[in-house]
């Protein structure tokens, strides 16, 4: 299994930039497609964007699409996301999450087949 654990949350202006990172240690991580959620207060859990296993394929959520960035460094076990023009909307808890042999970049927004999650980190945008 694999241990995840993001940071670089924090309180940013809306147009700002914010790079979080997910730290992984365990298992190789190369093994594992990773995806970065978010959860806003009061609202379900929701697909921002993932990358496969050597990062050849990403996939974004439209409302981040042109925005946010997904990339990973498997020498570094660390993935991470560039969040540029931040917008209040974007306020929410920043999960990331691990996916094992039955992820596809067809059904990379698919919850239920990321197997091991980081405790989150906050990212809150002003207006």
């Known amino acids: 299994q694999v241990q995840l654990v993001e940071s670089g949350g924090g309180l940013v202006q809306a147009g700002g930039s914010l790079r979080l990172s997910c730290a992984a240690s365990?298992?190789?991580?190369?093994?594992?497609?990773m995806g970065w959620f978010r959860q806003a207060p009061g609202k379900e859990r929701e697909f921002v964007a993932a990358i496969s296993r050597y990062g050849g394929s990403t996939y974004y959520a439209d409302s981040v699409k042109g925005r946010f960035t997904v990339s990973r460094d498997n020498a570094k076990n660390t993935l991470y996301l560039q969040m540029n023009s931040l917008k209040p909307l974007d306020t929410a808890v920043y999960y990331c999450?691990?996916?094992?042999?039955?992820?596809?970049?067809?059904?990379?927004?698919?919850?239920?087949?990321?197997?091991?999650w980081g405790q989150g980190t906050q990212v809150t945008v002003s207006s």
């Open positions: 365990g298992r190789t991580f190369s093994f594992y497609a």
């Open positions: 999450a691990a996916a094992g042999d039955s992820w596809s970049i067809l059904r990379a927004a698919t919850i239920g087949l990321y197997d091991y």
